[in-house]
């Protein structure tokens, strides 16, 4: 992975032949689980934001553009776009291992001055397809005093193999677990976040993130949930520079 994106910023610097703005950092990230027995995720995590024509990163969310334009006050593009999904689970007594993965997928985003929009499509590259979500969101930039917020809403249609994947129990598994057999409907995920930015000195500054989600309905009644939402957040140091 360190590898990947050291190849990936020095491609995308030398095709687009301009200076652009690294800011790279670490920090933890927690995540609570809506499952019975399951343990909230706590986890060290890179925190990197790079952009150009080209190509961006956004914390650990990696793209290439493939279309676009980019205005004083207004811009959007089309991308190709790939991430890590932290959902899943490996200490359920009796269930099978539900894994963490990649999804990878295709986006469109519109910017006007500090508000944007974007429309997300995205599957799981690594465990296997059709477990899809389909994702829009609009958010804002505030700032009060030296500190930065980008609060933001979103609504996630996770589709039916995703779904059952993460919150279904198989036939199988009813024997082993004590669980009745469950295989949900896709369903709406809703949520809200914000990131918080505080600068510290020119180059170094503090980075947060809030976010809660409301669970799919049609999982709600999953014999694995016992929480409706979840709630996840980060808190980190950044290092900012121009390559």
């Known amino acids: 992975m360190k590898l990947f994106i050291l190849f990936f910023l020095i491609i995308s610097r030398l095709i687009a032949k301009e200076e652009i703005t690294l800011t790279i950092g670490g920090g933890a990230y927690i995540k609570t689980q809506p499952y019975k027995q399951s343990k909230d995720l706590v986890l060290p995590s890179p925190v990197i934001f790079y952009e150009n024509s080209i190509a961006y990163i956004r914390w650990s969310r990696v793209g290439v553009y493939f279309a676009g334009q980019k205005k004083e006050n207004f811009s959007w593009g089309l991308s190709l776009t790939a991430m890590p999904r932290t959902y899943g689970y490996d200490d359920i007594s009796g269930m099978q291992e539900r894994k963490n993965s990649w999804e990878g997928g295709i986006s469109f985003a519109a910017k006007k001055k500090d508000t944007y929009f974007e429309l997300l499509y995205l599957d799981d590259i690594l465990n ?3 477990r899809y979500v389909l994702q829009a969101e609009i958010g804002s930039k505030f700032k009060v005093a030296k500190m930065n917020f980008y609060p933001a809403v979103f609504a996630i249609y996770q589709s039916k193999n995703f779904l059952n994947y993460y919150y279904g129990i198989e036939q199988n598994e ?15 995920l809703y949520g809200a976040q914000t990131y918080i930015s505080y600068p510290l000195t020119k180059k170094l500054s503090i980075f947060s993130n809030i976010r809660i989600d409301k669970i799919p309905s049609s999982v709600q009644n999953s014999p694995l949930v016992t929480e409706d939402f979840i709630y996840s957040g980060i808190l980190s140091l950044l290092y900012t520079f121009k390559i």
């Open 128 to 130: 296997g397809k059709d």
């Open 174 to 188: 009813v024997a082993t677990s004590g669980f009745f057999e469950f295989h949900p409907n896709g369903g709406i």
